[in-house]
């Protein structure tokens, strides 16, 4: 799809490779493998079907982040899904280093890539180039449990 050549997708089949979901133990439970950033620091990705204005799925893969508040994307990924930014509800956020920065949220339906159950979920499109980041409100607090699981260094979503 043309909103894969803006941001970097994976494969719905490359689960053998250890890119893609792959069934955990339990069947109401999905993993995502992960690694460590250069701090040490486990870093997750997960893949989510992005529904786009025109009905149509894209998946997008977001970086993990339990320490961000709402899920995060750039204005152009607005543009690029089909949605009118500026119809979105304008706030202002923070980033890490506290400089505030503008984005309008647009709720958007979105499901664990390969997963028929769909979640609405606010998205902020940021008019700065920030990464694409699922967090806390909105997207991680629709799951029962989300860990870290260091032996199968994967990110398992309950």
């Known amino acids: ?5 803006l941001f ?8 053998s490779s250890g ?8 069947p109401t439970s999905i993993a995502y493998p992960y690694e460590y950033d250069g701090n040490g620091v486990p870093s997750g990705h997960v ?4 529904q786009e204005a025109n009905g149509q799925f894209t998946t997008i893969d977001f ?8 899920p995060t994307m750039p ?18 956020l923070a980033g890490v280093d506290g400089q505030p920065f503008t984005v309008y949220t647009h709720q958007i339906n ?7 159950g769909m979640i609405q979920i606010p998205i902020a499109f940021s008019t700065l180039q920030t990464p694409l980041l699922a967090g806390w409100f909105g997207f991680l607090q629709h799951f ?3 860990t870290f699981d260091n032996v199968a260094k994967a990110l398992i979503f309950q």
């Open 75 to 92: 204005a152009s990924a607005c543009e690029a899904l089909g949605y009118v930014l500026t119809q979105g509800q304008e706030s202002t």
């Open 8 to 15: 970097p997708v994976t494969s719905a089949d490359n689960s």
């Open 19 to 26: 890119t893609g979901p792959s069934p955990a133990s339990n």
């Open 47 to 50: 893949l989510l079907d992005v």
């Open 110 to 116: 979105v499901r664990l890539h390969g997963q028929t």
């Open 63 to 70: 970086e993990v982040d339990t320490g961000d508040y709402v």
């Open 144 to 146: 029962n449990r989300f």
């Open 1 to 5: 799809m043309w909103l894969q050549r």
